[in-house]
Antibody, heavy 122, light 106 residues
């Protein structure tokens, strides 16, 4: 059974960098891609980006200039860095495993971390 | 970006009811549509992927239909544990996007 456990700072000041890490326990780390998704009260669920085992990334264009997702395959971990945060980045951040269906190759998020509340406030 | 519009935004229901939630995409997304359930304070849970496929371990009371731009999630014989918020999500195009959610209340 796969489990995702995430951690990182929960309180930031404006202009600081948000850093979160997600560790994957169980399952095949290299067979999947790994994603970050956030949820704020006003905006619902927002996909931030994802990375595969070889380090290839896809980012949401709305955040691309501030966002970096990286992977540490030997440790079965992946991380998110979001620079120059503002109050608008206040949200619960989730890491998730991105799988694909065998037919049609449809991507979906089948396993999620517990979520980390990140608050940006001066 | 592909916009997903769910209806209704909220609904009141009772145990034993049959519910249908609709998700409409702003363009043709074939069957690249997934459904999630989220309870307060928890992460979303995958229910349906590729529009109609039931995720392993999920109750068969949940079913999905649709293709193109119009999709539905149906919950048969609503149980107390089904009161939650439901989201659709598309993976046809980047960026991946979610519907605004449908809250199912008592």
């Amino acid at each position: 059974q796969v489990k995702l456990q995430q951690w990182g700072a929960g309180l930031l000041k404006p202009s600081e960098t948000l850093s979160l890490t997600c560790a994957v326990y169980g399952g095949s780390f290299s067979a999947y891609s790994w994603s970050w998704i956030r949820q704020s009260p006003g905006e619902g669920l927002e996909w931030l980006g994802e990375i595969n085992h070889s380090g290839s990334t896809d980012y949401n264009p709305s955040l691309k200039s501030r966002l970096t997702i990286s992977i540490d395959t030997p440790k079965n971990q992946f991380s998110l860095n979001l620079t120059s945060v503002t109050a608008a980045d206040t949200a619960v951040y989730f890491c998730a495993r991105r799988a694909r269906s065998r037919a049609r190759y449809v991507a979906y998020f089948d396993t999620w971390g517990q979520g980390t509340l990140v608050t940006v406030s001066s | 970006d592909i916009r997903l519009t769910q209806s209704p935004s909220s609904l009141s229901a009772s145990v034993g009811d049959r519910l249908t939630i609709t998700c409409r995409a702003s363009q043709n997304i074939n069957v690249f549509l997934n459904w999630y359930q989220q309870k307060s304070g928890e992460a979303p849970k995958l229910l349906i992927y590729a529009a109609t496929s039931l995720e392993s371990g999920v109750s068969p009371r949940f079913s999905g239909r649709g293709s193109g731009t119009d999709f539905t999630l149906t919950i048969n014989t609503l149980q107390s544990e089904d009161f939650a918020t439901y989201y659709c999500q598309q993976s046809h195009s980047f960026p991946r996007t979610f519907g605004q959610g449908t809250k199912v209340e008592v």
